[in-house]
């Protein structure tokens, strides 16, 4: 478990269940892609701590609001037309669990070292004198 009943209460103010942040942790382990077991770096398990106690603060008084669907409507001339949105995240996600995951180190921009493009000097260079 990332955190613990009382953690998310000392965090949220909320009292919650042990069952509530298993299903509040399943659902960001789903969203980060990082399951339990595969973190091993203490500031993304602080983060992912975070993000869970967000997420069953979140669901604790409305869990059903995890199954719907959000759905946007607009109105034209004589017809509406309704769609959904497609960043897949409201109302499935705490906002403030979303804004807590954007510092996790997977996350971040990597850069890849690559060496010189070109092995050989400059044009000069290779004019027979």
Known sequence: MFITVEGVNSLTGKDVTLDLIRRSQGLIEAYTGLPEALVENTKDLQILAKMTAYQAAYMMDNESIIWEQVA????????????????LEAPYMSPLAIIAGRKLSTKRSRSVRTGRIFQYGPRDNWKND
């Open 72 to 87: 946007t409507s607009a109105a034209g001339s004589g017809e509406s037309v309704v769609t959904f949105r497609a960043d």
